[in-house]
């Protein structure tokens, strides 16, 4: 199914290239060969550069951050931190002068094949370090243009390694820094329609889409599953701004009644007297009980309010099966929260859940705090998770 969010990347996309194309013509950002498969085992290779570009995604995610609150803690006026940053980039480019500016030369340098191993990956490394230390002291920039860099060095630099290790086998090594320019940019900002469709617009090479794809797809489910947030959205929620905060209901539509209810619930005969059914609402606390007849079957359920009632009118009934509701509205324990509070719009303090096979067998009761408790609970799996813990 196309997503809304999908459809509109791809109108963008469009027009972007429709007005580009009328003012500067067919000019790319980057002029690169025709990269593609030179053999089909290239693709597992492809799928390493996945793997490793996730690592390099959430490695420069963590570190940019980490980095930024380290130079926070540091006690000296806010108006001298980014003067600290720039003289550490200055050093740092001083002996590697291709970090400095967009880096869009560097990168034409790394896919045509003018680096040499052990640069790439010192370009790698100080390029991360670079951009962390720029922004983390205060520092103007932004993080897109970083990304396709780390992504053009790593992918180059595994492209040679892939090389020495199964001569024969990979195609050169441009095309891994090409598709390690959207891998990581992908992981980092957790956007693979997007990486794939600015790649091809910056280089116009559209031969190299099923490497481009295995590893900009693993890139982005791994990083992922390593960290929820992304490069972007992370920074809203040191903030305290979470733009994928679930609401309520989709929270409620993955828990299950039978992870939240309470088994082994206290239950009451049919034939207790009213006044033992008060003298055990007293004991327990509680407001309510399933009323369970002799062979273990659900005979309804009795409230507080029903024995208040009781004594309100005067009655003579004697037994709870005078005054329970008889047929309440039950759950099931496969059913999702969501669906139970939504199914009446009655204000029940408990229901009882039962077997879908068989509506008279209690397996639990699905009490308020229940629903609260568990709501709680997935919340704070959810920001444990964001913490990356």
């Not at 003289?87 to 500016?101: A, R």
């Not at 409620?252 to 939240?260: E, F, K, P, S, Y």
Request: hydrophobic letters at 50%; proline letters at 5%.
């Amino acid at each position: 199914m196309v997503t809304p969010r999908f459809a509109h990347i791809v109108i963008s996309s469009v027009v972007a290239d429709f007005i580009a194309h009328t003012f500067l013509g067919n000019t790319r950002a980057f002029t690169v060969p025709q990269f593609g498969l030179v053999n089909p085992w290239e693709i597992l290779l492809y799928a390493v550069l996945g793997i490793a570009a996730a690592l390099a995604a959430v490695s420069f995610t963590s570190i940019l951050y980490r980095l930024e609150d380290l130079i926070d803690a540091v006690k000296i006026p806010e108006w001298v931190k980014p003067a600290v940053g720039g003289i550490g980039m200055g050093v740092i480019g001083f002996f590697l002068p291709d970090l400095f500016g967009v880096g869009y030369g560097g990168i034409e340098k790394a896919i045509t094949g003018q680096l040499v191993l052990g640069t790439l990956v010192l370009l790698f490394i100080f390029k991360i370090l670079a951009t962390s230390l720029t922004l983390g002291s205060g520092g103007s920039g932004g993080i897109f243009a970083p990304c396709l860099f780390i992504g053009a060095m790593l992918g180059s630099a595994m492209g040679y390694i892939f090389n020495l290790v199964f001569p024969g086998v990979p195609g050169p090594v441009g095309g891994y820094g090409l598709v390690g320019m959207a891998a990581v940019f992908s992981g980092a900002a957790r956007a693979p329609f997007a990486s794939i469709l600015i790649l091809f617009e910056m280089t116009g090479n559209y031969s190299i889409v099923l490497p481009l794809m295995t590893s900009v797809g693993i890139s982005t489910v791994l990083a992922r599953a390593l960290k929820r947030e992304n490069i972007y959205s992370l920074k809203l929620l040191r903030r305290g701004v979470d733009i994928e905060q679930e609401n309520v209901a989709d929270v409620m539509r993955t828990i299950t009644v039978g992870q939240a209810m309470t088994r082994n619930f206290p239950s009451v005969p049919p034939d207790m007297t009213v006044n033992d059914l008060v003298e055990m609402f007293r004991k327990s606390g509680h407001h309510g009980f399933p009323v369970i007849d002799g062979e273990e079957r659900l005979v309804g359920v009795v409230t507080l309010a029903d024995v208040e009632n009781c004594i309100a009118t005067g009655n003579t009934c004697v037994a709870v099966n005078d005054i329970c509701t008889k047929a309440p509205v039950v759950a099931y324990p496969d059913q999702v929260l969501q669906d139970v509070l939504g199914s009446t719009e009655e204000d029940y303090g408990r229901i009882p859940v039962v077997d879908r096979k068989d509506n008279l067998k209690l397996l639990g009761i699905l009490r308020r705090s229940d629903i609260i408790m568990a709501y709680r609970k997935r919340m704070k799996i959810r920001n444990l998770r964001a913490a990356g813990k």
